[in-house]
């Protein structure tokens, strides 16, 4: 029997793996660790069904669900839609083997990832880590969801003073506090602290990057930008904002390069989505037509799909003139959208 705490044996938990036997093996660690309440799902349809009507604290999730949607691609839905609470616990599970590619493949991370095989005295472990942090950090997220943004501020300030382990995201918030109080001098200030303390912390560099831009240093921000990609190739975040600062020069072509860069990345339906969106706005109806038929392929059986995914590769359709292609295309999801009125239209 694993040591535990009955804060964790009282944990609601979620399972979603395709496999029956690693199924069993997960819930034999969360019995293990007294976790009595578990549900289990062997895909993400199954898993968003049972997301939608209780609300869990725990969800183990693996990476390859054997299915068209993956666990990332699960998380960034849930994220999307909003319905996955703040304070569900989210671990990815996944093959060492497959640790890299996986830590890359998405634009919304996990809790924390748990590479396979592991105890049920690791996962114990990594839930009291993450009971630490969320402790710790509480006064400033209850400010946050009262929107009191001045004294979740001071909050910050409180723990930073303490010297506590978790100074880094404290100035984390502070930082990205100041900036939604439209105060991006200050900002800046903050996250020049964290490279101060760490140099080279991707997430302040292109902090950094936003508050100078926001402050209207738009050279200085794109050069951080630039050199943020040049050294972070997989933060996709970086290229982003460089697309946005080519966008408010003018120059489209730019920004559609970098979105492009941006997709090889991470080539996800969401990639190639706002690429598709880009290429239709600047003309290029051949790359706007590739990759709608992407995002359209890549969540054909997934509970990612959306309706407007269809529409826009129709219309790429009809504007290339292929009407029979985009009839075609509507007639293959006109039953699954029908109480869409926009679809519709």
Known sequence: MATTSSRIAGLRSLLVDDMRDMR?????????????????????????????????????????????????????FLKAKRILPASTIFFMVTAESKYTSVVTAGEF??????????????????????????????????????????????ECDRLIAARSKFSMEALRFKAQTLMDLGRPDEAGTVYGQVLAIREGVPWAQLGHACALKASGARDRARSVAISLVASNPNFVSAYDLLADLHREDGDEQAAFKVLQQAEAVVPSARRARIVGDMAYQIGNLEIARASFERVVGATKNSVTKISRDSSSLS???????????????????????????????
């Open 315 to 345: 219309q790429v359709y009809i504007d290339v003139g292929e009407p029979k292609k985009a009839l075609d295309t509507l007639k293959a999801v006109e039953r699954e959208f029908s109480r869409e009125p926009a679809f519709q239209a």
């Open 24 to 76: 069993a093996n997960l819930r034999n660690q969360l019995d293990q660790l007294g976790i009595a309440r578990v549900d289990q799902a062997k895909n993400a349809a199954e898993a968003l069904k049972l997301l939608g009507g209780t609300k869990y604290d725990l969800v183990l999730c693996d990476y390859n669900l054997g299915e068209q949607t993956n666990g990332q691609q699960l998380l960034e």
């Open 109 to 154: 991370a996990p809790d924390d990832y748990l590479i396979k095989p592991f105890t049920a005295s690791n996962l114990g472990n990594r839930l009291e880590r993450h009971f630490e942090k969320q402790d710790s950090l509480a006064p400033i997220t209850r400010r946050l969801a009262s929107a009191d943004l001045n004294g979740a501020i001071a």
